[in-house]
């Protein structure tokens, strides 16, 4: 039976300050999208407002922009999935396997204060289903509870761009808040690889986290295995 994926990326635009844009990394989207997709899997896409989902410039630069991103961007048909993105609303849980938060900094915005997104996130975890993200995507997770009201990242190990990774981008005092802290706050076993910017991915069950944009290949891989038992 073929796999279906709902991929999570931002509506928004740029940081507290209009002066500095930020969006979607390209990269953690094309990335998984490619896996997922010599996998045959079904693919969509949603955003917390539905609609048009921006991009991330940084993440038009090498090394994130690489084949598989530019080959992204240059085409038109998917860049025309990124102006159409699907609202929560409009998106029955049941008919995914898994859901796959992508980052870029903008998520911290519109990630977490999204009950649609909660909804189906927690609807899909407690069907059996995988709960999945990279980078700042986990930001998605932080405000997700189960049906017992406890958080769905408590006492499970994970991990997410640190903050290490924030001062070492210099975006440590454009974000609105520490992820890294939040997560802990909230019960998550968060880790993180010795050395910033590597790939690493935590596997706790059907939770699936990925550090940083280098680790959305290897994150959706291990999508992939969960998935198949």
């Given at each position: 039976?073929?796999?279906?994926?709902?991929?999570?990326?931002?509506?928004?635009?740029?940081?507290?300050?209009?002066?500095?844009?930020?969006?979607?990394?390209?990269?953690?989207?094309?990335?998984?999208?490619?896996?997922?997709?010599?996998?045959?899997?079904?693919?969509?896409?949603?955003?917390?407002?539905?609609?048009?989902?921006?991009?991330?410039?940084?993440?038009?630069?090498?090394?994130?922009?690489?084949?598989?991103a530019k080959a992204w961007?240059?085409?038109?048909?998917?860049?025309?999935?990124?102006?159409?993105?699907?609202?929560?609303?409009?998106?029955?849980?049941?008919?995914?396997?898994?859901?796959?938060?992508?980052?870029?900094?903008?998520v911290m915005y519109d990630?977490p204060g999204s009950e649609?997104?909660?909804?189906?996130?927690?609807?899909?975890?407690?069907?059996?289903?995988?709960?999945?993200?990279?980078?700042?995507?986990?930001?998605?997770?932080?405000?997700?509870?189960?049906?017992?009201?406890?958080?769905?990242?408590?006492?499970?190990?994970?991990?997410?761009?640190?903050?290490?990774?924030?001062?070492?981008?210099?975006?440590?005092?454009?974000?609105?808040?520490?992820?890294?802290?939040?997560?802990?706050?909230?019960?998550?076993?968060?880790?993180?690889?010795?050395?910033?910017?590597?790939?690493?991915?935590?596997?706790?069950?059907?939770?699936?986290?990925?550090?940083?944009?280098?680790?959305?290949?290897?994150?959706?891989?291990?999508?992939?295995?969960?998935?198949?038992?």
């Amino acid at each position: 039976m073929t796999a279906r994926i709902l991929h999570v990326v931002t509506n928004v635009g740029h940081y507290d300050d209009p002066a500095h844009p930020t969006g979607l990394w390209l990269s953690e989207l094309a990335h998984a999208w490619e896996v997922f997709e010599k996998q045959g899997f079904q693919q969509t896409i949603v955003s917390p407002a539905g609609g048009a989902s921006p991009l991330e410039p940084r993440s038009l630069r090498f090394p994130s922009y690489d084949r598989i991103a530019k080959a992204w961007h240059d085409d038109p048909a998917r860049m025309a999935l990124l102006e159409s993105t699907s609202s929560p609303d409009a998106v029955d849980a049941a008919d995914f396997d898994a859901i796959y938060f992508t980052g870029g900094h903008a998520v911290m915005y519109d990630f977490p204060g999204s009950e649609g997104l909660q909804r189906i996130t927690r609807e899909i975890f407690e069907r059996g289903g995988v709960v999945s993200s990279v980078c700042h995507g986990y930001c998605g997770l932080l405000d997700t509870t189960l049906s017992d009201g406890s958080h769905l990242i408590a006492g499970r190990r994970m991990t997410g761009f640190s903050w290490r990774e924030e001062e070492l981008a210099k975006v440590d005092e454009l974000v609105p808040y520490n992820a890294e802290e939040a997560a802990r706050e909230r019960g998550a076993l968060y880790e993180k690889a010795l050395i910033p910017f590597v790939s690493n991915v935590v596997v706790d069950g059907r939770l699936v986290t990925g550090q940083n944009p280098g680790s959305a290949k290897a994150t959706a891989r291990k999508v992939v295995e969960v998935l198949g038992g």
